[in-house]
Antibody, heavy 116, light 111 residues
Framework: QVQLQESGPGLVKPSQTLSLSCTVS??????????WSWIRQPAGKGLEYIGR???????NYNPSLKSRVTISIDTSKNQFSLQLSSVTAADTAVYYC????????WGQGTLVTVSS | DAVMTQSPLFLSVTLGQPASISCTSSQSFVFSDGNTYLNWFQQRPGQSPRRLIY???NRDAGVPDRFSGSGSGTDFTLQISRVEAEDVGVYYC????????FGQGTKVEIK
């Protein structure tokens, strides 16, 4: 059974960099290549696609966030990561990781609050 | 990039009655492999999204057969044949190939 689990600080100060990891189990990221995605959801609002990375390292980012987002992958650890720089209160959200072009498996989500 | 627009944004349905949600794309997004990666997700209150339908019309395992997806080109529909209490939540369409993007979401409540 494929499972994804987000981890990282729940509180980030304004202007700093938000860093999250997603640990994948039940599938080998190196032998079963998929796209791996990050999505976020501010409280009471809809889902926003942040970006994704392929096993090879190829990335696609939401144009509205592209200048601040970096997604990386470590197939040896079966993990991929999100960095979002220069955060503001508008980046406060539940952040999800998910698998594939069709987002068939999701993590449970982790709340990140941007506040001083 | 394809922009996804859902309607209605709010749906109040009597138990046992049908419901239909529309999703329109700003452009066709047939992928190079010939597939249209249009997916539907359900998000119940307090839960992570759960995929219901993939590639327009394929139900995921465990999804009740009262849910069905249809459409082609730029117009897609999620239908619930008989709404049950557990269907309350927000439904999102999503295309994963042409600048991945979600629709705004449609909130379904029981009348």
């Amino acid at each position: 059974q494929v499972q994804l689990q987000e981890s990282g600080p729940g509180l980030v100060k304004p202007s700093q960099t938000l860093s999250l990891s997603c640990t994948v189990s039940g599938v080998s990221m190196s032998s079963d290549p998929y796209f791996w995605s990050w999505i976020r959801q501010p409280a009471g609002k809809g889902l926003e696609y942040i970006g994704r990375i392929y096993a090879s390292g190829t990335t696609n980012y939401n144009p509205s966030l592209k200048s601040r987002v970096t997604i990386s992958i470590d197939t040896s650890k079966n993990q991929f990561s999100l960095q979002l720089s220069s955060v503001t209160a508008a980046d406060t959200a539940v952040y999800y990781c998910a698998r594939g072009v069709a987002l068939d498996y999701w993590g449970q989500g982790t709340l990140v609050t941007v506040s001083s | 990039d394809a922009v996804m627009t859902q309607s209605p944004l709010f749906l109040s349905v009597t138990l046992g009655q049908p419901a239909s949600i529309s999703c329109t794309s700003s452009q066709s997004f047939v992928f190079s492999d010939g597939n249209t990666y249009l997916n539907w997700f359900q998000q119940r209150p307090g839960q992570s999204p759960r995929r219901l339908i993939y590639k327009v019309s394929n139900r995921d395992a465990g999804v009740p057969d009262r849910f069905s997806g249809s459409g082609s080109g730029t117009d897609f529909t999620l239908q619930i044949s008989r709404v049950e209490a557990e269907d309350v939540g927000v439904y999102y369409c999503f295309q994963g190939t042409h600048g991945p993007s979600f629709g705004q979401g449609t909130k379904v409540e029981i009348k």
